[in-house]
């Protein structure tokens, strides 16, 4: 889709100039056709420049042809992860990088209705076909114009020709008029989800999870598939655990069990936990031994306590190493914050259980010592470690007493078997569907609003 979204770049900066007869005026030689898979992720402003959100999608409504769908508004993020409505009539500048509006602004959570379509998250990907040939082409983005009544338009698709059996990287693209393809209105089994991976790409895990959770089933699937196994994984880690069986169940087990190997030990544990003892058993015989040995362990421990809490891949030293060595260890891009904060310092073997525990190294003590000093001589041997059989209370109450981010787990006969990280405490202290909770106190918050009822009540 790159060689796409390069040719259609420049359709991207419209002024909207609300006069007395409420038309829509475009710059002075700026182009007024926007590419919406473009606006994935562009950072919304009110008035007075302060960013209220990303764009997150745009709703139409599909209309019968060879109307064209009339744009409802944008699907906008808000602080806390809260999809909220934007009327399209409120947007005052639509730019390469930023989107501004009137400062109006309804809190309450976004809802698609029975007559919305999502953009990126429905049209993209599909399959339609040419009107006269009946030639099957992929959408790869579609464009909105505004009208002289203030309204905005979709009126121009982009499309890749498929050749052979399926679609090549570098099939011709094109675009053309709304009403030269049909085929947006029926229900589509096996849809990709490539363009809509690719206008989040840069997404966060938990932003994207976001995404996911508010998708269909069926579209929640189809990303699941087109997903990498390690960013599958990161977005399962985040995602509540009805929707994580869920998507596990949509995967081949080969596959599954490829998508957990890539999870952490212990959010691996946690999901298998929600399955089936014959279905769980299946998976963990499918995965590499050295994958599944510390999630087996893992599973052994009640889910509340210090073991079940625990990650079994923790940052940890021989007593030889040396700053250098520990810092560039904590470095790792893909390693969490909570689990980078600490180093442990444990006699080989140093996976875990490892050989014996000797103490933790914080971070700030590695940043304030000379590279070439060994880890041994500036251990912390005064902090006592967790135990596996400790109650959630009792981590939550030790990691609060000393102020700190994770803890060591250690057996009775001193082998360090895991940390526990400040993370994972609360995601146990909250409800289990604290997720949804939010959700629903958001949908809660704000009163209906007049003009947004009007505009998405008419199709």
């Not at 991207?12 to 606006?39: K, N, Q, W, Y």
């Not at 675009?175 to 096996?190: R, T």
Request: proline share 7%; with cysteine; hydrophobic share 45%.
């Amino acid at each position: 889709m790159t060689l796409l979204a390069g040719s259609v770049r420049c359709a991207c900066r419209v002024r909207i100039d609300r006069g007395i007869m409420g038309s829509v005026l475009p710059m002075s030689a700026a182009p007024t056709r926007v590419f919406i898979a473009r606006l994935a992720g562009i950072a919304v402003f009110d008035p007075a420049g302060d960013q209220v959100g990303r764009v997150r999608d745009v709703v139409v409504a599909l209309r019968l042809a060879p109307r064209p769908p009339r744009v409802l508004g944008l699907v906008v993020e808000v602080a806390p992860r809260r999809p909220v409505f934007l009327p399209v009539t409120r947007v005052t500048m639509i730019e390469a990088d930023a989107i501004i509006f009137d400062g109006r602004l309804n809190v309450r959570r976004f809802q698609k209705r029975e007559s919305e379509t999502l953009v990126i998250a429905e049209m993209l990907d599909r399959t339609v076909r040419f009107r006269d040939s009946g030639e099957p082409v992929s959408v790869a983005d579609v464009a909105m114009e505004p009208t002289r009544t203030r309204d905005w338009l979709v009126t121009k698709v982009a499309v890749v020709r498929r050749t052979g059996r399926g679609l090549r990287k570098r099939g011709e693209s094109l675009v053309v008029d709304w009403d030269a393809v049909e085929g947006f209105s029926a229900v589509e089994y096996g849809q990709g989800a490539a363009g809509l991976i690719a206008a989040f790409e840069r997404m966060k895990p938990a932003d994207l999870a976001g995404i996911v959770h508010e998708l269909t089933p069926k579209r929640r699937a189809e990303v699941a598939v087109a997903l990498a196994d390690e960013r599958l994984a990161d977005v399962l880690e985040e995602l509540p655990e009805d929707d994580q069986v869920e998507i596990l169940g949509t995967l081949g087990v080969e596959r599954a069990a490829d998508v957990l190997e890539a999870m952490g030990p212990d959010d691996a544990a946690d999901l298998l936990g929600e399955l089936p003892a014959e279905q769980r058993e299946r998976l963990l015989a499918l995965m590499e031994p050295q994958d599944a040995a510390p999630v087996r362990r893992l599973l052994t421990y009640p889910d509340e306590s210090a073991g079940g809490l625990m990650t079994s891949d923790p940052v940890i030293v021989a007593p030889g190493a040396t700053v250098a060595e520990a810092l560039a260890l904590i470095r790792r891009p893909d390693l969490n914050p909570a689990l980078a904060a600490q180093v442990y310092v444990c006699r080989a073997p140093t996976a875990t259980p490892t050989g014996q525990y000797l103490g933790t190294v914080h971070f700030q003590k590695l940043l304030r010592e000379p590279p070439p000093t060994l880890v041994s001589g500036i251990v912390d041997t005064e902090l006592d470690p967790l135990r596996p059989t400790m109650t959630l209370e009792a981590v939550a109450a030790f990691l609060a007493t000393y102020n700190l981010v994770a803890g060591a787990v250690v057996d009775e006969d001193g082998h360090l078997l895991g940390a526990v990280t400040i993370d994972d405490v609360l995601d146990h202290l909250l409800p289990d569907d604290w997720r949804e909770r939010a959700a629903m106190d958001a949908a809660a918050e704000g009163a209906a609003d007049p003009e947004e009822e009007a505009l998405r009540g008419t199709t």
